[in-house]
């Protein structure tokens, strides 16, 4: 006579996380926020003044606030489309564009007039043109 012992099931549910999707979406909520920061008065993202003791911390104006939004608003929409990877690849390469420029000073002082980007947001630029073309380029999903 053979015994039947039902054993426990043990059911297993992977989670895959699109990592381009993710650090699209993320990054895009993020650019939103900072757009929308920069319309308050606040010592991180704001004009830059003639005296350092009032200024951000990181210089943005109006068209930078705009340019930011739409950027994150991209970021949003592309993040939950497949062109994920495009984006990030897109956003990388305009960082680095802007951080490069920034690191020349006749540059420098061409996006103050237009962005009122300071240094401090140039580095800015550069870290988030390296992590953006790292996900890009270095992982598949």
């Known amino acids: 006579m053979k015994v039947y012992i039902p054993s426990p099931t043990i059911t297993i549910q992977v989670i895959r996380i699109e990592v381009q999707k993710t650090y699209a979406m993320v990054i895009g909520a993020v650019l939103v926020l900072v757009?929308?920061?920069g319309f308050v008065s606040n010592p991180l993202v704001g004009v830059?003044?003639?005296?350092s003791a009032t200024s951000p911390l990181f210089g943005a104006n109006t068209y930078e606030n705009i340019l930011h939004i739409v950027v994150g608003a991209l970021g949003l929409w592309f993040g939950m489309k497949s062109s994920a990877k495009s984006y990030n690849m897109g956003l990388g390469?305009?960082?680095a564009v802007v951080g490069l420029v920034g690191l020349v000073p006749q540059g420098l002082a061409v996006l103050f007039s237009v962005f009122a980007i300071n240094t401090t947001i140039t580095y800015l630029h550069l870290a988030i043109a390296v992590?953006?073309?790292?996900v890009a380029y270095g992982l598949k999903r």
């Open 48 to 51: 830059p003044a003639s005296s």
């Open 93 to 95: 390469i305009g960082a």
């Open 35 to 37: 757009g929308l920061v």
């Open 131 to 134: 992590v953006s073309l790292g």
